[in-house]
């Protein structure tokens, strides 16, 4: 079983479509998650961090269920411009800080 | 300011030859990583440098890579007897402090082995 996984999709939503991906790790010591978006044949960015409070930017909210060991994006009023992959990141147990990606979910949003 | 850089942007190389790829990251960065990302998958961890010494380097899939961080700035990641498996886009990350801090990436190098 891979460490992190994620659905591939594609997800493909129409414009103000609200979209969920959730991503699941198998170490339960992890201890810090990020959402990191890339666009085609570009570098991730930091999307957002996961906190375990749940947290809000916009549009976007991510929630953090250790009990059950996934993660979520939750995009609500979907924009052309949210078409990209989301990558899940997980940072393992301390004394090791090596981010583990998951695999990306790409998302097209239609017109 | 400046984000990272990473050259060459993209090289092509024929089996079993020697490559070199550079990155730049951003000033004042201590930490710096290397990873690989293949054709649908996430990146994949290589290294790890914290300042010029490899803090992790559990990641390099075997000897024939290897990376240096010298003066704890520049980071080059070196492929020795490149494969066609080798094939990817090599991305580099740089930190403030270290592995808690947020990872902004470079544009990658796409590195061919034909």
């Known amino acids: 079983r891979k460490e992190v996984e994620q659905d591939p999709g594609p997800f493909n939503v129409p414009e103000g479509a609200t979209v969920a991906f959730n991503c699941t790790y198998s170490?339960?010591?992890?201890?810090?998650f990020f959402w990191y978006r890339q666009d085609c044949r570009k570098e991730p960015k930091l999307l957002m961090s996961?906190?375990?409070s749940g947290n809000e930017d916009g549009r976007f909210t991510a929630q953090l269920n250790r009990a059950s060991q996934y993660i979520s994006l939750l995009i609500r009023d979907s924009k052309l411009s949210d078409s990209a992959t989301y990558l899940c990141?997980?940072?393992?147990?301390?004394?090791?800080?090596?981010?583990?990606f998951g695999t990306g979910t790409r998302l097209k949003v239609l017109a | 300011g400046a984000g990272v850089s990473q050259t060459p942007s993209n090289k092509v190389t024929e089996k079993g030859k020697y490559v070199e790829l550079r990155c730049d990251p951003i000033?004042?960065?201590?930490?710096l990583y290397w990873y690989r990302q293949s054709l649908g998958q996430g990146p994949e961890f290589l290294i790890y440098?914290?300042?010029?010494?490899?803090?992790?380097d559990s990641g390099l899939p075997n000897d024939r890579f290897f990376a240096v961080r010298p003066e704890g700035s520049v980071s080059t990641l070196k492929i020795q007897r490149t494969e066609r498996g080798d094939s990817a886009v090599y991305l580099c990350?740089?930190?403030?402090?270290?592995?808690?801090?947020?990872?902004?990436f470079g544009p990658g190098t796409r590195l061919t082995v034909l």
């Open positions: 440098f914290q300042g010029t010494g490899a803090a992790d």
């Open positions: 170490n339960s010591a992890s201890q810090s």
């Open positions: 990141v997980v940072i393992g147990s301390s004394g090791t800080y090596k981010y583990i």
């Open positions: 000033s004042g960065h201590t930490a």
């Open positions: 996961v906190y375990s």
């Open positions: 990350a740089s930190s403030l402090n270290g592995p808690t801090d947020t990872q902004y």
